[in-house]
């Protein structure tokens, strides 16, 4: 039987998007990830007369220098690449200015080559279309990112989509990859390395 392909998400799922210390050391604040229920958390955080300052500020960095990895994620992404085929599928664009995206594109990929060397660069998909992507099974923090053509669909826990309902996941054949990113990935090794699913 050939190895399923596995679609992985970056942002909030292997390390976190620097974001939320944009934030903090545009502000001089001390939030945590917990703060927020919002996926945009600068629209919440930042005043809007401070926000176009913030875009510039928060453009300039790179998030991928000095990575917030989720608990686990980069141990158990080697351990599932020994059964399946993994094809990380990752937004680059900058959303505040799209057309300065070339940095977003080089920092990511050099993360990514430098903590996960046993990912062939070939496996990286580097689009904000993911709907277009197929593969056997997806994951991802964004619930929109979960395309229905996709036979196992796993939420990965986060900040934002803890209200999303049991009951919506549910219709949406959505399986809940735990209720707290801290341990995230070990529910979703839980759920990748049982034998019913290899
Ligand atoms: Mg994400």
């Known amino acids: 039987m050939s190895r399923k392909k596995i679609l992985l ?5 292997i390390c976190f998007s620097g974001f939320l210390d944009a934030v903090n050391e545009f502000l001089g604040t001390s939030y945590l990830i917990d703060d927020f229920t919002d996926y945009y958390i600068d629209e919440v955080a930042i005043p809007k007369d401070q926000f176009e300052d913030f875009k510039r500020f928060a453009s300039a960095r790179n998030n991928y220098e000095n990575p917030d990895f989720l608990p686990g994620a980069i141990e158990t992404i080697e351990q599932l690449s020994e059964y399946y085929d993994i094809y990380i599928c990752s937004s680059c664009v900058n959303p505040f200015y799209p057309l300065e995206s070339g940095d977003v594109f080089k ?3 050099n993360f990514l080559v430098e903590y996960l060397p046993f990912i062939n660069p070939e496996n990286f998909i580097f689009t904000s279309s993911k709907q277009l992507i197929k593969g056997d ?6 619930i929109s990112h979960l395309n229905s053509d996709i036979e196992i669909k796993i939420l990965f826990p986060s900040y934002h989509n803890r209200d999303i309902s049991d009951r ?12 707290d990113w ?17």
């Open 9 to 13: 998400d970056v942002d909030e799922v």
């Open 107 to 109: 920092n990511k990929f």
């Open 137 to 142: 099974i997806i994951i991802d923090d964004s």
């Open 168 to 179: 919506e996941l549910e219709e949406k054949n959505i399986i809940r990859g735990g209720r």
């Open 182 to 198: 801290r341990n995230g990935w070990e529910e979703v090794k839980r759920i990748l390395l049982d034998e019913n699913m290899l």
